[in-house]
């Protein structure tokens, strides 16, 4: 077990960091001026930087040097800012509002969302390639890819199907959330651990810890989407509902879906019980997942 | 200089067994069925597999196992098949003929278009990772990535301009084209390079070798676009000149532009004429390149 290392930053002290690693990325690359406007409103945009935060926490938990977490977790933020500017095309969710300000079509135009989404999904390999160069640099390039491309496919089932055979409403609600949300969750608390030079044991427990903290994440937004006006939340709600999607309050309720979230909290908590007071934000960040409001 | 090694392959085997690898590494995912049959339907269409080719090329040019570039030869096919998808989308080309069949989101719907395109980008890293799990497949994801963005850039230029002040037409081509479609040629015969152990000095020469290559392309390109009927192609053609877009022959002439495809060629053919017969192969692909009619 690592040993107590008081943790230096807060959580807003993060965001600002991991928000200049994002800038430094995208404005150190000479890109076309329009381009880089795009991406930088996308990228830069008011969020809460989740990814980045389980990334930092994960490393800080086994006693990581939090510096070395940075470019991993500007990295998963560009992945993730990357698949909202697609998700959120006429094509796909058609949706005008995300974070309280128009999406990235709507302000620059399709043909622009398009690229500064597939830019981000690109660049995000760079920043990996130029903040590890040695094997690490390779491991998190896996992580990276194939939580990726694990969110593709989770968008594909969410929009348009695809599911295996015989499946229950239950087990494509959770094929779709596995992947589409859980993936890179999943892939923030694994790169935080190789980022720590984590052993095996520690990085199984910290993916134990990601899944069941990705599931509850899901299972929170839907219960937002239903219960939460489009001002609270930044964006349009009560959208599943509308389109007749599959959600958890849908198929247990929303009392159903407030149990859910907290055995799912007290299995993430329970999976890295073993850790010490290093990872006390990590835990601290659960249980602020647990009851977020927007 | 590495020692002449004969060829074991045509290009023809080369295709066939970077398409193979293509295969491979999609069907190995266990995707959507929707999303797999739309992404090998992009990948694996009948298409010149240039890039991969010039990736084999360039690796036995050095006396390099031809073995160990070919997960390299698809993960650039891979970013070059995304970008062909994204760009035939209504909101950019608006293309509906790609290599002969229709375009994804013909065949498959825009938002599976969208998400094809996105995955293949994804996939491109996991292929590297998988191939070469050392230092070598940071150099590689660097040189990817790299180049990924600048094409993304490139086509930002081509389509939404974005230009720095005060540049000439040509400049504006130039910027285009180096970004747009020099950069994957480029990064092809340098990651060859790579998987082949190259030393500074080869991998300079090789990218000599590459830029020359990747303008001719252009050049020529341009030219077929001007003079051949879309049943040739494959493709739209006439459509830069209805477009009103910057080409070569609306800047310096069809008689003009045959001759800077002349001197390209050169160009290249100099680059690397101090390596040996292995190079051979190298050498007969710009040859080719230089006179092609489709």
Known sequence: MSTFTKSAATDDEIRRRVDEYLGRYVKGENLPANLEEAVLYAVLSPGKRIRPLLVLRSCEALGGES??????????????AFSLIHDDLPALDN????????????????????????????????ALAAGYPGEVGGRLCSELSGAATAMIAGQVYDTLGGFPENLSAKEKLDLIHRNKTGALIRCSCRMGAICAGADALQLEQLTKYAEAVGLMFQVVDDVLDETQSAEQMGKRTHKDAEAGKLTYPGLF??????????ELEKEALTAIETFGDSAEPLRELCRLLAVRTK
Chains 1, 2 share one sequence.
């Open 253 to 262: 309720g929303l009392e159903g879906s407030r149990t859910q979230v907290r």
């Open 67 to 80: 510096e070395k977490a940075y470019p991993a977790a500007a990295a998963i933020e560009m992945i993730h």
């Open 95 to 126: 949706d005008d509002l995300r974070r309280g300000r128009p999406t990235v079509h709507v302000r620059f135009g399709e043909a622009m969302a398009v690229l500064a989404g597939d830019y981000l999904n690109s660049v995000a390999f760079a």
